[in-house]
Nanobody
Framework: QVQLVESGGGLVQAGGSLRLSCAAS???????????MGWFRQAPGKEREFVAR????????MYADPVKGRFTISRDNAKKTMYLQMNSLKPEDTAVYSC????????????WGQGTQVTVSS
């Protein structure tokens, strides 16, 4: 049973930066080793959308077009923590950001955090 907790959200002016963290823990005591983890966001009145993904072992990354060049996803395997560095923030980035883990290559994202609010003012 994996628990994911996001942090780092808040209010920032347009053009500013925030760094989100997603800390993972396994209640079974086993080491945390998903195949991939990702960041998603959901704005009011909109569906959840993919933001960025990172393969846990080799660090390969993938980004959604709206955030490419502005956001950077990373992870610290030893700390069991994933990060999302968000630069040049825009009001349209305002959303609840959630992290998720994919246990296996065919399982998809199974474990989800509760989310952290990011608000970008004009």
């Amino acid at each position: 049973q994996v628990q994911l907790v996001e942090s780092g959200g808040g209010l920032v002016q347009a053009g500013g930066s925030l760094r989100l963290s997603c800390a993972a823990s396994d209640a079974s005591g086993r080491s945390f080793g998903p195949i991939a983890m990702g960041w998603f966001r959901q704005a009011p009145g909109k569906e959840r959308e993919f933001v960025a993904r990172i393969w846990w072992t080799d660090g390969f990354t993938m980004y959604a077009d709206p955030v490419k060049g502005r956001f950077t996803i990373s992870r610290d395997n030893a700390k069991k923590t994933m990060y999302l560095q968000m630069n040049s923030l825009k009001p349209e980035d305002t959303a609840v950001y959630s992290c998720a883990a994919a246990p296996g290559s065919t399982t998809g994202y199974r474990d989800w955090g509760q989310g952290t609010q990011v608000t970008v003012s004009s």
